[in-house]
């Protein structure tokens, strides 16, 4: 359910996952402390931070999985991986605010979930790696990727529908 009074968490200094909707509709919860708690992260779990209205840049440089739904309708406006050994990039619906996500496709990234409704993001969808599974139902659907290049990939995986539903900007 929606958890209303929260505003404010401090994390303990290092840690490296959050769990499963850990805060799940935390309605008001704008900040988490301190302001460093994104980079010893290497998971974050599916729905950790859904429906939280956490804001701006984050920069995740040993994240290795982004589960489903972990950073959903939060209005983030960039994440950065950039030297993250990043294996599964998913959690990201209705980011409507995501403009930036850089790297978006390490090489080292082999699933590929949900990226829809970051209409904002602007970028091509180069896909670097060998191979990749792109899983679930509209996982890409509404995104404002302007390409999606997937030459390098000597194995792919499609499992879902619509993959590219309303995908207008491509």
Not at 149 to 156: G, I, N, P, R, Y
Request: with cysteine; aromatic share 8%.
């Amino acid at each position: 359910g929606e958890r209303t009074e929260l505003e404010t968490i401090t994390l303990p200094k290092g840690i490296k996952m959050i769990p499963k909707e850990c805060f799940k509709g935390c309605l008001r919860l704008t900040a988490v402390k301190p302001d460093d708690w994104t980079l010893a992260i290497t998971n974050l779990g599916s729905g950790a931070f859904q429906q939280v209205p956490l804001t701006g840049d984050l920069r995740f440089p040993n994240i290795v999985t982004f589960s489903a739904k972990c950073l959903a309708s939060t209005q983030i406006t960039s994440i950065d991986v950039t030297g993250a050994p990043v294996r599964s990039v998913d959690g990201f619906a209705s980011c409507s605010s995501l403009t930036n996500f850089t790297p978006l496709l390490p090489p080292t990234v082999t699933y590929l979930g949900t990226m829809s409704g970051g209409k904002k993001l602007k970028q091509d969808l180069v896909f670097r790696g060998p191979t990749c599974t792109l899983a679930g139902g509209e996982h890409i659907r509404g995104a404002g990727f302007t390409s999606f290049d997937m030459s390098a990939l000597k194995t792919v995986t499609m499992n879902g529908t619509l993959c590219f539903f309303d995908c207008g900007s491509m």
